[in-house]
């Protein structure tokens, strides 16, 4: 069973930055889907950024490219999400999540296909 356990939420300042993380355990095979989406109150959930974690690929949602990175580190079963340049819009929820399989850019439209999921860390930019 994959575990993910999320941290570094928190507030910033527009302009400013911040990074998540996700720590796994549980892995059986080197082949996933991991991504961050987030979600506001009465709005859709939205794929941010996925990474498969076998090539490395990285795929970002319009809204966050340039501004955005995704990565892992395979030696501490660890995914960050580090988030420059932070607009009052990226305030939200954000949510580590995974999937096993491949086509992992679908996830930017569907994060909701995943199956594992982390508990969530509030990510507020205000001035």
């Known amino acids: 069973q994959v575990q993910l356990v999320e941290s570094g939420g928190g507030s910033a300042q527009p302009g400013g930055s911040l990074r998540l993380s996700c720590t796994a355990s549980?892995?059986?095979?080197?082949?996933?889907?991991m991504g961050w989406s987030r979600q506001t109150p009465g709005k859709e959930r939205e794929g941010v950024a996925v990474?498969?974690?076998?090539?490395?690929?990285?795929y970002y949602a319009d809204s966050v490219k340039g501004r955005f990175t995704i990565s892992q580190d395979n030696a501490k079963n660890t995914l960050y999400l580090q988030m420059n340049s932070v607009k009052p819009e990226d305030s939200a929820m954000y949510y580590c999540?995974?999937?096993?399989?491949?086509?992992?850019?679908?996830?930017?439209?569907?994060?909701?296909?995943?199956?594992?999921w982390g508990q969530g860390t509030q990510v507020t930019v205000s001035s």
């Open positions: 990474i498969t974690t076998g090539s490395g690929s990285t």
């Open positions: 549980g892995y059986t095979s080197n082949n996933y889907c």
């Open positions: 999540s995974a999937r096993k399989g491949a086509g992992c850019w679908t996830y930017l439209g569907r994060p909701g296909d995943s199956v594992y």
